[in-house]
């Protein structure tokens, strides 16, 4: 069963809105899209801030907004917690206690709270800042108590929407890599690829009020529907067990790494950054493993090529390269990889 | 907010600021002027001007409080209802500021005197009379101020940036809770405005209480009844009482508002 | 009501001293306990007739009266009694300076009097077509105090107000013809009081209560 | 904002507000029991009731307006300025609704009136005298209903982001400019709650204006004044004015209100 | 003459602030750092809206802001406009109104107001919603609005506190290139390293209240302070002439696009996409050029090599590579990068 599934229908102003997807337990969808696109009316309708005007809305078993039915579950009952694009930090509450607000709502023993909270600041490096309002705060220490408070939250479904867009890069890395650990729902908008693709397990792709496109990372990148978001999803990500250079595959395979790393890791590298080659090439790239071509798309100048050794990957090369390695379905050959071009993040571990 | 340089006003504020100023304060030196400091004492230390003194506090808090509790929903309801009836409710709500004080106080009478036809029910079923107590009197008061503080309250929730209140409630706060623990902190600067206004406004409440309550010494003679009554006997005395009146709001309102306005 | 006084006694604005000092020689010589209530007469009016728990009712004029009677509020058993009267005079501010020495002195000055629906209001206009005078005031004024306060700060030349609320602020002008135009004040019972209420009248008819009221410059009732 | 589901109101808070609705609302449904409704049009008829409500519009409007001019720029000091001397004259702005309006209105004789230490000067240099003319009644008004006005525009712009103005300031604005161009604007929900505060309060005056103004029909009588007279003598014809005194206050408000907050 | 000069402190909070750097007439310089670290405040002190405590802010010839020579010119007057983290798109006014407000602050005629306006929202794509007023825009609309503004106002001096931060990949990477060939003197606070290398033509790196670097990108991409430089600044940027597939780099050499583009255009590919060879190799990478060795920094495991043949580039390869291809300063080898690492964006044309 899934964890919510929306069918429905709604309007913002004069901009009409229809959806339909679902989302599975545990699942976490990354919703991408242009400015204006619908992003956030999506993430209001499912946290109850949007009525449906049309169609339902269900978490779970339970339909929560069904305009025929007459039936609409108002915000504080949904099992949902909805971070706004804003932020929405309570100026009245210093960072602590923003924090434990929604703790606060759920009457949890202000013992457990307590522990709950300076947990989260930790994890988050807001601790020096606790005591402080928020109108002494810079513009990134805001989104990182908004993130906070809305984790500390630990709703059934995550709803959120471009948390990371003013926290910084290696911040804005380790918090990456802690939504994708995150055993909860998650329905999260955001403007980087790299985010996109390290957390969602599904892409979401949302134009002018409707959903143009869903599926795997791999799918929607395999195929996007336009150039948009051909442009936006130009990476390949894995997960392996690292052990001084050497970042061992899940599911079989090597690859060498720049660094040494000794724990379970993310990888990622651009689809681009795969060099393929007819014979065993000799230079930089410390990584060199046989492939079979299994798929060929082309988008005029440059072709997206699926595929398959000990892992599976999508490589982008130019037509001319193409013509030039004469590749096909099944063609076997070698993929190259720098391990500079390699993104290795730690599992799990934080910060 | 930040630190900063002292704001500079700018020319034109600060001339039609400062004559506004004048227009408050010109009157307020004339009648300093008046007084006859000499016996500012002694009338000072009458027993009647002491307990008319504790009585206006008493009912200008009590009534300030009432507002708090009764207008504080009010001015919600007023801000956030989209019927169109609010439209009508708004201007009602204003009613009482309009109708001059002894005719409000009029008004009372008929439905809450021993003969209006709400007051009837209270005296036949609970024996309740209001006009000539205290309580009356903190009624009267409660009436004529109740519109300061309602719109304070339906202007700033109006003006409240919403993304609070839904963060709130997608956090699991009920409507209720959040109320408590979002909307009404936020509009902590419309609310204590409002409460000042309700104050200041049922400390210098007179037409109203004599009408309805009635000017009976301990019980519903507040500074503005015992001024009256030394203007008609005694002007002399009336200007000191009208001075004793100023000094303390200007005691109650420096310390408290300043000490609101100071934590913010 | 629970409250324990004997008599209630509402009493216009401008007996309140007076009254204050009548209710204490009442209290000592009876050992009854009253407690007065004063605004202006009509205030008082509406608050009798609106059902104000009141036994006795001292007014500054007949009409009004008039109107608790029309609305049955006074015990029909008990006489309304007159128990004082009161009469204009001209004043001037202090130095007068629009050197007012008559009445007729005021015509094309700035005066002050009390509307003619009011009962001091009715005095000075009939006083002036008595002395074939047309009024033509700086303000009507809806009562004697206001009237006052405008002669004292010397916002007009003239007014005509009550002999009883002349203050040390003011210069009287003798006018003798005015003496003959008076204003009654009437007190009465109010339905539902017991016999200590007519008592208290009694008292402020007695020769007691009446020196009070002299002391506060009240004439007593059909002296002339 | 966003559409949205109509708000529900909590049960605790809808209870409290028809209580604070009721408190307001049963007073006027007892006035308008006792209005004798035969003698309404003929009353409203009378060429000095006619002129008393077109002084009391004249004389409420122009007091507002007043109210504008100069509470605008000192609510924007009071909020704005960080010394000291603040506090104390933003306790000072409060007093004219602390002192009964009678007792204001001879604060006001003693500075403008013919004797008076500014009134005096006003005489002698310009010949002008206040009382007993339009303009006194204006003065009056003003004097009464400017603090209500002035606390309204400290609220609301003491609840303003500095974001917008510091802004407006980088892209060039000079401090005068920004404060018509960006802070008037968005304070105009605070901007409207004050006017209309101090419309209805100036509708209403009556004390100040009998005392400092006096009573000329045509000049200084509006239909507070007239009210007044009228409960002296002639209590029917006075509950018949206070009820045109309601309706025209319904009407204004409600139309004029209506569309401001209609059109946010 | 420098455009302005910084050599001062101030305090936000109990936070002590101390900068001191210039910046030429028309340069661009683009401040980074972590959350909390003075980027806005920074911005702040220039615009006049956080005045010193303590040394000289000049302006061309013109003292700002002197402490001790009490001299505080207010914000109004001083040739620079600020665009707040937050935008700060005025509530009351509609897209096009808030557009047009700096010009009106200039008594600009208004035949003229009314052209600057109508370009500004076809460039920033708002014309459609010109009318709109700011509550019914998207977050990203709303920073379209607040960026148009700014350029609109056409300073001498333009400071952006991350314009681009909720704004789409698409949009702001046209925006970038706007940016960067704007004339206007610029100082731009970014956590996007893409757009830090794009626009900056210096880079400023700001931490705890101080600034730590300061220098072109490749001087700060090659001896970086710290990790998160490094982290931040892994990119090399070329302007280029293309024709077809070919791009002439300016001062010299050509590269092989993956599409065809006709005009002149801006070139970027990370360090670590640059691969080094021994001999030439053969496979997909369609850029192969000689190279002589120039520079080596070794941060432990990875190390940044100086390359020189036609052009400048700085390449990240693992030490192990390095003792593999034997590399020394002087040395001779090739370096290949592929056609799809190269990102292009046209110089000059907009959207
Ligand atoms: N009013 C204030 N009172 C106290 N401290 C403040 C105040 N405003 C800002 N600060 C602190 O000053 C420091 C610098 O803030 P600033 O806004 O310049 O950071 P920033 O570099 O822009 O960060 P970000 O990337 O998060 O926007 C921060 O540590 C912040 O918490
Ligand atoms: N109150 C409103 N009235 C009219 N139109 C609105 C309103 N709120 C939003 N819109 C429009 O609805 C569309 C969807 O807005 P939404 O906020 O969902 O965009 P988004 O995908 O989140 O964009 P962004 O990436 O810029 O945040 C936009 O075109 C926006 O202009
Ligand atoms: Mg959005
Ligand atoms: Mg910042």
């Known amino acids: 069963m899934s964890a919510l599934k929306l069918d429905g229908e709604s309007v913002l102003g004069s901009t009409p809105l229809e959806y339909s997807f679902q989302v599975e337990e545990g699942e976490h969808l990354v919703v991408i899209g242009q400015n204006g696109a619908g992003k956030s009316a999506l993430l209001r309708i499912l946290a109850g801030l949007l009525p449906l005007t049309k169609g339902t809305l269900s978490i779970g078993k339970q339909i929560v907004d069904s305009p025929v039915e007459n039936i609409f579950l108002p915000p504080h009952k949904r099992p949902t917690v909805l971070q706004l694009q804003t932020g929405a930090v309570f100026p009245h509450l210093n960072v602590a206690k923003n924090i434990a607000y929604p703790l606060r709502q759920m009457k949890t023993e202000s013992k457990k709270i307590r522990k709950a909270v300076e947990e989260t600041l930790e994890r988050f490096q807001l601790s020096e800042i606790r005591n402080r309002l928020p109108h002494t705060l810079s513009g990134g220490q805001l989104s990182r108590v908004a993130l906070a408070r809305s984790i500390a939250a630990n709703p059934r479904i995550l709803l959120l929407d471009e948390p990371t867009s003013s926290i910084d890069i290696e911040a804005s890395s380790w918090i990456d890599e802690f939504l994708k650990d995150l055993r909860t729902t998650l329905i999260l908008v955001s403007h980087d690829p790299v985010e996109a693709l390290v957390i969602g397990q599904r892409i979401l792709v949302v134009d002018n009020g409707r959903i143009i496109q869903k599926g795997t990372p791999a799918d929607v990148s395999t195929q996007p529907t336009n150039s948009w978001v051909a442009k936006f999803l130009n990476l390949n990500i894995l997960t392996a067990s690292a052990s001084g250079f050497e970042a061992k595959i899940d599911g079989g395979g090597s690859l060498r790494l720049a660094e040494k790393w000794n724990e379970r890791v993310n990888i990622s590298f651009p689809s681009s950054a795969i060099s393929l080659y007819t014979n065993t090439p000799d230079g930089s790239p410390r990584n060199v493993w046989e492939v079979t071509v299994k798929t060929l798309h082309s988008d005029g100048e440059i072709v997206r090529v699926g595929i398959e050794g000990p892992f599976k990957a999508t490589a982008i090369i130019t037509q001319e390269s193409l013509d030039h390695l004469d590749l096909r379905l099944g063609t076997k050959c070698w993929a190259a990889i720098k391990a500079n071009e390699i993104n290795v993040t730690p599992k799990g571990s934080l910060g | ?264 | ?224």
């Open chain 3, 1 to 224: 009501s629970q409250d324990k006084t004997d008599v209630k006694i509402m009493a216009a604005a401008s007996l309140s001293d007076a009254f204050l000092e009548i209710t204490e020689a009442f209290e000592a010589q009876t050992g009854l306990k009253t407690s007065l209530y004063s605004a202006g007469s009509a205030t008082l009016a509406t608050q009798i007739i609106e059902g104000a728990n009141a036994d006795v009712i001292a007014l500054a004029n007949e009409q009004t009266m008039d109107r608790i009677v029309v609305s049955e509020q006074v015990a029909p058993e008990y006489r309304i009694e007159i128990f004082a009267s009161n009469h204009l005079v001209l004043v001037t501010p202090l130095g007068n300076p629009a050197s007012i020495l008559s009445f007729a002195d005021t015509v094309g000055k700035k005066t002050a009097v009390c509307a003619p629906a009011v009962p001091c209001g009715s005095l000075s206009y009939a006083f002036a077509e008595q002395e074939g005078i047309e009024l033509n005031p700086a303000s009507v004024e809806p009562n004697v105090r206001s009237v006052r306060t405008k002669v004292e700060l010397g916002e007009v030349d003239a007014g005509l107000i009550y002999k009883t609320d002349v203050t040390a602020g003011l210069e009287v002008i003798e006018i003798p013809e005015l003496e003959s135009l008076t204003t009654m004040y009437p007190i009465a019972v109010i339905n539902g009081a017991d016999l200590t209420a007519v008592g208290f009248i009694d008292f402020v008819l007695s020769e007691a209560g009446q020196a009070i009221l002299g002391r506060y410059g009240f004439e007593r009732p059909y002296e002339n």
């Open chain 2, 1 to 264: 907010m930040r630190t900063r340089k002292p704001t500079l006003i700018p020319p034109p504020i600060a001339i039609f600021g400062t004559f506004a100023m004048l227009l408050i304060l010109v009157p307020f030196i004339g009648l300093a002027q008046r007084t006859p400091w000499g016996s500012f004492l002694s009338i000072l230390g009458e027993s009647s001007v002491r307990s008319a003194i504790s009585l206006s506090l008493l009912v200008a808090s009590v009534s300030a409080f009432i507002c708090l509790i009764l207008g504080l929903p009010l001015g919600w309801i007023l801000a956030r209802s989209q019927s169109l009836w609010m439209r009508l409710l708004r201007a009602i709500v204003l009613l009482p500021m309009v109708l001059p004080p002894v005719a409000g106080g009029t008004a009372l009478l008929f439905a809450l005197g021993r003969r209006g036809f709400v007051g009837q029910k209270l005296d036949e079923w609970f024996g309740i009379t209001l006009p000539f107590t205290t309580t009356g009197a903190i009624i009267a008061a409660t009436f004529v101020s109740l519109p300061f503080f309602v719109l304070a309250i339906e202007t700033s929730i109006n003006d409240l940036n919403r993304d609070f209140e839904e963060s709130a409630m997608s956090l699991g706060s009920s409507p209720t809770r959040t109320f408590f623990s979002v909307t009404v902190p936020l509009i902590r600067t419309g609310l204590i405005a409002g409460l000042t206004l309700s104050w200041a406004r049922a400390l210098g409440e007179f037409g109203a209480t004599i009408t309805f309550a009635g000017d009976n010494p301990g019980r519903t003679r507040t500074l503005p009844l015992e001024l009256f009554v030394a203007l008609e006997s005694d002007p002399n005395r009336a200007v000191v009482i009208g001075m004793i009146m100023i000094i303390i709001s200007l005691g109650v309102l420096i310390t408290l508002r300043g000490r609101w306005i100071g934590q913010k």
